[in-house]
C-alpha cells in the first residue's frame, strides 16, 4: 500500500483547479485523502475525499490576510477556499482589531443574504472566524466583562462571542437548529443594534436592550456584589435601576433580594424587599416569590416585628404547594407552635419528615448548599421535646450530629442570609443533646446494619458487598451503593455514630462481625449484588436479595461500625474574642473582635456599618483560635465602645 506524501493539517491545492483544502489525514482511505474546504458558490465547509496524485502545495507561500480582507470576513462577505486556508494559518491578525460594528454588519448579512435562507452551516463557518479572531486577541484567558466597570466595545465584542458560544449549545441539543440559531441571531442582532446607538449617545446605557443589561448583572447579586469595586458597583445599580424601571421580573427579584439581606449599593430596607417580592410575584405568580414574602410576613419585618401570621401561613401555602423545601417546613412551624393555625403537632412532625427524607437524599448527591441542616435541626427537637413520640435521646443527639454537619457544610460553600441563627440553634440544641445521650450511661458498643442499608437501598437501589474472612470467624464487610444506568457515581452514604460522635459523608459502608459469624453466598459470586436487605430480629440473621431472589445470607450477632480516623486539627494561632451583633432583631449575624471580655449577651456597643457608626445589642460572645477563623483576621472589624445599660443612642455621628 502506498504512503500518504501530505500529512494532517497541510494546506493542498487540487491540481487544475483554484480550489484550495486542508488535509484530515485518514489511514483507512490510503492512497485517498480527506480534504477540508469550501466549494465554489457553498458558505460552508465541506470534506471531500480525494486521491492524493491530484493534489499539490502551494508553489510559494500564501500571502497573508490583510486587515481589509479580515474585517470583510467578519461582515459576513463570502469565503473562497484559499481565504479558508490562509484564516486557518492566521498567526496574527494584520492589525485588525474586531469590533462590535463589524459584527453586527456580519450578523445583518446573514440575516438578511440576499434571499438565501439562514442555515446552521451558514453561522458555524462565520462562528469559527470570530472565536479564531477572539483567541488571537486573547491568548491566555479572557477578561471578565465590564471588570472596571465601563462597558467598552471590546466587553460587547466579548459579549457577543460568549452569546455565540451558547447559541451553538443551545443548537445542538434541537431538532431544528437552523430555526434555534436564527431565533439566537435575531436577538444578538439586537444587542449589538442598541450597544451601536448608545455609542451615538456618549455610550449612554439606557439605550441598551434588555438583554445586554441583564448580562452585565447576571453574575452579581446579594451575594457578592460587595465583594466588586465601587466602580461595578455602581454600573450593577444602574442597569438593575434601569430593568426594574422596564419592569422586567428577573430585575425586580434581584432587587429585591438585596433589600432582603443588605448590601452596600441597597442597604436593608424590609419595605422595599416586600413590595419588590410582591411586585414580582404579581407578574410571574413565582413560588419563590411567594416563599420569600412568607418570611417576611412570618417574622413581622414590616409590622415592627410582630408576626403576621395569616398572611404568612398564605404565602407558605403557595410555596409548599409548588414543592419548595422552605415553606413546607415553615408550616410545620407554624402547626408545632400553633402560630396563626390551630396547634397540631402530629401534622407538624409529618411535614418535617417528608421534608428530611427529600433533603436527606440532595445532601447526599453533594448539594451542601440546600436545606438538610434546617430539617435535621427541627427533626432533633421533635425527638429532644418528645414531639408525637417519647422523647429518644439516641434520635436526637443522631439528628443534631448531622444538622452540625450539614450547617458546617453550607457555611463553606455559600453565605445564606441568617445561617449564623441557623448555626447558634444548632449548637445549643447539639450541647444539650449530646449530655442527655451520654448521661443515659447505656453502652452501645455495637450497631444495627438496617437503618444504614435501608438509606443503600431506597428506591431499589442496586448496591454490592464484598466480604473478606479473618481469625475467629469474623467478617469485614464492605458495602458500595452502584450508580443507576443515568448516573455518574452513586451518592455518599451519611454515616452517624453517637457513640462516637461521628458524622460524615462516606463513599461506602465498612462493618466487623463478632466472632463465630457465618456467610452463605446463594449467588456464588465473589460479591453480592443486592437490592432489598431484611433483617430477622428473632434469629439475627440479615438476608439479601436482588429481585426477590435470595443472593445472601449473614448469620452475625454483632456489628460495630468501622469508621474513618478523623484529621487531627489543632488549634493555633491566637485565642480571639469575639461579639456577633445583628442591625435588627432575628437579622443576619456578624462577628466583630471585642477586646472588653465583660461584654455579655443583650449589652449595647456601637460598631461601624454601612451607615456609619451604630449601636447595636449583642447577641453572642464566643472565643475562636486564629486558625479556625472562618474569615482572614483582617476581615474582622473591632468593637468601637461599650454602651453604658442606661445609653439607647441608635446613631453616633
Same mark, same amino acid.
Given at each position: 500500500?502506498?504512503?500518504?506524501?501530505?500529512?494532517?493539517?497541510?494546506?493542498?491545492?487540487?491540481?487544475?483547479?483554484?480550489?484550495?483544502?486542508?488535509?484530515?489525514?485518514?489511514?483507512?482511505?490510503?492512497?485517498?485523502?480527506?480534504?477540508?474546504?469550501?466549494?465554489?458558490?457553498?458558505?460552508?465547509?465541506?470534506?471531500?475525499?480525494?486521491?492524493? %496524485?491530484?493534489?499539490?502545495?502551494?508553489?510559494?507561500?500564501?500571502?497573508?490576510? $490583510?486587515?481589509?480582507?479580515?474585517? *470583510?470576513?467578519?461582515?459576513? &462577505?463570502?469565503?473562497? %477556499?484559499?481565504?479558508?486556508?490562509?484564516?486557518? %494559518?492566521?498567526?496574527? $491578525?494584520?492589525?485588525?482589531?474586531?469590533?462590535?460594528?463589524?459584527?453586527?454588519?456580519?450578523?445583518?448579512?446573514?440575516?438578511?443574504?440576499?434571499?438565501?435562507?439562514?442555515?446552521?452551516?451558514?453561522?458555524?463557518?462565520?462562528?469559527?472566524?470570530?472565536?479564531?479572531?477572539?483567541?488571537?486577541?486573547?491568548?491566555?484567558?479572557?477578561?471578565?466583562?465590564?471588570?472596571?466597570?465601563?462597558?467598552?466595545?471590546?466587553?460587547?465584542?466579548?459579549?457577543?462571542?460568549?452569546?455565540?458560544?451558547?447559541?451553538?449549545?443551545?443548537?445542538?441539543?434541537?431538532?431544528?437548529?437552523?430555526?434555534?440559531?436564527?431565533?439566537?441571531?435575531? *436577538?444578538? %442582532?439586537?444587542?449589538?443594534?442598541?450597544?451601536?446607538?448608545?455609542?451615538?449617545?456618549?455610550?449612554?446605557?439606557?439605550?441598551?436592550?434588555?438583554?445586554?443589561?441583564?448580562?452585565?448583572?447576571?453574575?452579581?447579586?446579594?451575594?457578592?456584589?460587595?465583594?466588586?469595586?465601587?466602580?461595578?458597583?455602581?454600573?450593577?445599580?444602574?442597569?438593575?435601576?434601569?430593568?426594574?424601571?422596564? #419592569?422586567?421580573?428577573?430585575?425586580?427579584?434581584?432587587?429585591?433580594?438585596?433589600?432582603?439581606?443588605?448590601?452596600?449599593?441597597?442597604?436593608?430596607?424590609?419595605?422595599?424587599?416586600?413590595?419588590?417580592?410582591?411586585?414580582?410575584?404579581? &407578574?410571574?405568580?413565582?413560588?419563590?416569590?411567594?416563599?420569600?414574602?412568607?418570611?417576611?410576613?412570618?417574622?413581622?419585618?414590616?409590622?415592627?416585628?410582630?408576626?403576621?401570621?395569616?398572611?404568612?401561613?398564605?404565602?407558605?401555602?403557595?410555596?409548599?404547594?409548588?414543592?419548595?423545601?422552605?415553606?413546607?417546613?415553615?408550616?410545620?412551624?407554624?402547626?408545632?407552635?400553633?402560630?396563626?393555625?390551630?396547634?397540631?403537632?402530629?401534622?407538624?412532625? *409529618?411535614?418535617?419528615?417528608?421534608?428530611?427524607?427529600?433533603?436527606?437524599?440532595?445532601?447526599?448527591?453533594?448539594?451542601?448548599?440546600?436545606?438538610?441542616?434546617?430539617?435535621?435541626?427541627?427533626?432533633?427537637?421533635?425527638?429532644?421535646?418528645?414531639?408525637?413520640?417519647?422523647?429518644?435521646?439516641?434520635?436526637?443527639?443522631?439528628?443534631?450530629?448531622?444538622?452540625?454537619?450539614?450547617?458546617?457544610?453550607?457555611?463553606?460553600?455559600?453565605?445564606?442570609?441568617?445561617?449564623?441563627?441557623? *448555626?447558634?440553634?444548632?449548637?445549643?440544641?447539639?450541647?444539650?443533646?449530646?449530655?442527655?445521650?451520654?448521661?443515659?450511661?447505656?453502652?452501645?458498643?455495637?450497631?444495627?446494619?438496617?437503618?444504614?442499608?435501608?438509606?443503600?437501598?431506597?428506591?431499589?437501589?442496586?448496591?454490592?458487598?464484598?466480604?473478606?474472612?479473618?481469625?475467629?470467624?469474623?467478617? &469485614?464487610?464492605?458495602?458500595?451503593?452502584?450508580?443507576?444506568?443515568?448516573?455518574?457515581?452513586?451518592?455518599?452514604?451519611?454515616? $452517624?455514630?453517637?457513640?462516637?460522635?461521628?458524622?460524615?459523608?462516606?463513599?461506602?459502608?465498612?462493618?466487623?462481625?463478632?466472632?463465630?459469624?457465618?456467610?452463605?453466598?446463594? @449467588?456464588?459470586?465473589?460479591?453480592?449484588?443486592?437490592?432489598?436487605?431484611?433483617?430477622?430480629?428473632?434469629?439475627?440473621?440479615? !438476608?439479601?436479595?436482588?429481585?426477590?431472589?435470595?443472593?445472601?445470607?449473614?448469620?452475625?450477632?454483632?456489628?460495630?461500625?468501622?469508621?474513618?480516623?478523623?484529621?487531627?486539627?489543632?488549634? @493555633?494561632?491566637?485565642?480571639?474574642?469575639?461579639?456577633?451583633?445583628?442591625?435588627?432583631?432575628?437579622?443576619?449575624? !456578624?462577628?466583630?473582635?471585642?477586646?472588653?471580655?465583660?461584654?455579655?449577651?443583650?449589652?449595647?456597643?456601637?460598631?461601624?456599618?454601612?451607615?456609619?457608626?451604630?449601636?447595636?445589642?449583642?447577641?453572642?460572645?464566643?472565643?475562636?483560635?486564629?486558625?479556625? #477563623?472562618?474569615?482572614?483576621?483582617? @476581615?474582622?472589624?473591632?468593637?468601637?465602645?461599650?454602651?453604658?445599660? @442606661?445609653?439607647?443612642?441608635?446613631?453616633?455621628?
Amino acid at each position: 500500500m502506498s504512503k500518504n506524501k501530505f500529512y494532517y493539517g497541510d494546506i493542498v491545492k487540487l491540481k487544475d483547479k483554484d480550489i484550495w483544502g486542508i488535509v484530515t489525514n485518514r489511514e483507512d482511505l490510503k492512497p485517498n485523502l480527506v480534504i477540508e474546504t469550501i466549494l465554489p458558490d457553498h458558505y460552508a465547509i465541506d470534506n471531500i475525499v480525494i486521491h492524493q %496524485s491530484k493534489l499539490e502545495t502551494a508553489a510559494t507561500p500564501l500571502a497573508p490576510l $490583510t486587515k481589509a480582507k479580515l474585517k *470583510s470576513m467578519v461582515q459576513g &462577505r463570502p469565503l473562497s %477556499s484559499l481565504d479558508y486556508v490562509r484564516f486557518y %494559518s492566521l498567526k496574527g $491578525t494584520a492589525d485588525y482589531t474586531l469590533n462590535a460594528a463589524d459584527i453586527f454588519k456580519g450578523v445583518d448579512k446573514l440575516l438578511n443574504r440576499n434571499g438565501t435562507p439562514f442555515t446552521a452551516d451558514t453561522f458555524n463557518i462565520w462562528s469559527l472566524i470570530i472565536e479564531k479572531l477572539i483567541t488571537e486577541a486573547y491568548p491566555e484567558e479572557i477578561p471578565d466583562i465590564a471588570a472596571d466597570g465601563t462597558f467598552k466595545d471590546a466587553d460587547m465584542v466579548i459579549l457577543a462571542f460568549q452569546f455565540i458560544c451558547s447559541m451553538e449549545e443551545d443548537a445542538r441539543y434541537t431538532e431544528n437548529p437552523d430555526y434555534t440559531l436564527r431565533k439566537h441571531f435575531d *436577538s444578538l %442582532s439586537c444587542m449589538l443594534e442598541s450597544f451601536l446607538d448608545a455609542q451615538k449617545f456618549n455610550n449612554n446605557m439606557l439605550r441598551y436592550n434588555n438583554l445586554i443589561l441583564l448580562y452585565l448583572v447576571d453574575k452579581y447579586n446579594h451575594t457578592n456584589i460587595d465583594n466588586q469595586s465601587e466602580a461595578v458597583q455602581m454600573l450593577f445599580k444602574n442597569c438593575l435601576e434601569e430593568l426594574c424601571r422596564r #419592569l422586567v421580573p428577573e430585575a425586580i427579584e434581584k432587587r429585591g433580594y438585596c433589600y432582603y439581606c443588605g448590601t452596600k449599593v441597597y442597604p436593608n430596607d424590609w419595605f422595599k424587599a416586600r413590595d419588590s417580592f410582591l411586585e414580582y410575584y404579581e &407578574r410571574t405568580a413565582a413560588p419563590s416569590a411567594a416563599n420569600t414574602l412568607g418570611y417576611i410576613y412570618y417574622y413581622g419585618r414590616c409590622n415592627n416585628g410582630t408576626p403576621e401570621y395569616d398572611k404568612a401561613f398564605y404565602y407558605f401555602s403557595i410555596g409548599h404547594a409548588a414543592g419548595i423545601i422552605e415553606s413546607t417546613y415553615k408550616l410545620g412551624d407554624m402547626f408545632k407552635h400553633g402560630n396563626g393555625v390551630k396547634e397540631n403537632q402530629k401534622l407538624a412532625f *409529618s411535614l418535617y419528615q417528608r421534608t428530611y427524607n427529600h433533603c436527606l437524599l440532595d445532601f447526599c448527591y453533594g448539594n451542601d448548599a440546600a436545606n438538610f441542616a434546617d430539617i435535621a435541626l427541627r427533626m432533633g427537637e421533635c425527638y429532644f421535646l418528645g414531639i408525637m413520640k417519647p422523647k429518644d435521646a439516641t434520635a436526637a443527639y443522631e439528628y443534631y450530629l448531622q444538622a452540625n454537619l450539614a450547617i458546617q457544610k453550607r457555611m463553606e460553600a455559600v453565605n445564606y442570609y441568617g445561617d449564623d441563627v441557623v *448555626s447558634s440553634s444548632i449548637k445549643r440544641g447539639f450541647l444539650k443533646a449530646q449530655r442527655r445521650y451520654h448521661n443515659t450511661k447505656i453502652i452501645r458498643k455495637y450497631v444495627e446494619p438496617e437503618k444504614f442499608l435501608n438509606q443503600m437501598t431506597k428506591g431499589h437501589r442496586r448496591c454490592q458487598l464484598i466480604v473478606k474472612k479473618e481469625k475467629n470467624d469474623k467478617l &469485614r464487610l464492605t458495602f458500595n451503593m452502584l450508580p443507576w444506568p443515568n448516573e455518574m457515581k452513586a451518592p455518599k452514604l451519611l454515616l $452517624t455514630s453517637c457513640d462516637a460522635d461521628y458524622c460524615n459523608l462516606a463513599d461506602m459502608l465498612k462493618l466487623e462481625t463478632g466472632k463465630k459469624s457465618h456467610f452463605i453466598n446463594h @449467588s456464588k459470586a465473589e460479591s453480592i449484588i443486592f437490592k432489598e436487605a431484611s433483617y430477622g430480629w428473632h434469629n439475627k440473621i440479615l !438476608y439479601l436479595y436482588l429481585d426477590g431472589v435470595l443472593q445472601a445470607e449473614l448469620h452475625v450477632k454483632h456489628y460495630r461500625l468501622l469508621l474513618p480516623k478523623p484529621p487531627e486539627i489543632k488549634p @493555633s494561632g491566637r485565642l480571639l474574642h469575639f461579639a456577633s451583633i445583628s442591625f435588627q432583631d432575628g437579622g443576619k449575624r !456578624y462577628d466583630y473582635l471585642c477586646d472588653d471580655k465583660n461584654v455579655k449577651p443583650g449589652d449595647k456597643v456601637v460598631v461601624t456599618g454601612y451607615n456609619g457608626e451604630t449601636a447595636v445589642s449583642v447577641v453572642d460572645v464566643f472565643d475562636e483560635y486564629e486558625s479556625h #477563623l472562618k474569615l482572614p483576621f483582617d @476581615s474582622y472589624k473591632k468593637i468601637l465602645k461599650v454602651l453604658p445599660a @442606661s445609653d439607647d443612642t441608635e446613631l453616633i455621628k
